[in-house]
């Protein structure tokens, strides 16, 4: 993949109702990528810190939210800890939505991308 870096904002660059900010807080579920919209991935991290942030930070930017569809391809594992996350690293992101792009099958993505420590497992 080619790859451009600037210091510039993502709100100076794109239009706003073609940025999906990506956060595992968001109701709405990602059914597809539309290559006309700019995916916003790994904005903050906030797993344990401060919770609903990058949901907090896209609404107060009045930009569409997404989240992956964990909870509707995966269930939950049974573990020792009761551990269950939906909050990715950013490679980790990137590998599920590449994936997805080559084969348009949301199993196959989050399997490449969703470790099993996480807590969940495609179903059998």
Do not use: C
């Amino acid at each position: 993949f080619q790859m451009d870096t600037t210091q510039e904002s993502y709100l100076d660059l794109f239009p706003l109702d073609a940025i999906v900010y990506l956060t595992p807080d968001s109701e709405n579920v990602l059914e597809d990528i539309d290559p006309k919209k700019v995916y916003v991935l790994g904005g903050l991290v906030d797993e344990s810190i401060h919770k609903k942030l990058t949901l907090q930070r896209a609404q107060e930017q009045s930009l569409q939210t997404a989240r992956l569809p964990i909870r509707k391809y995966m269930v939950k594992t049974v573990n020792t800890r009761n551990y269950h996350s939906e909050t990715l690293a950013i490679n980790q992101v990137f590998d599920v939505l590449s994936t997805y792009y080559e084969t348009r099958s949301w199993p196959t993505a989050l399997k490449a991308g969703v470790s099993a420590g996480k807590g969940y497992m495609l179903p059998d």
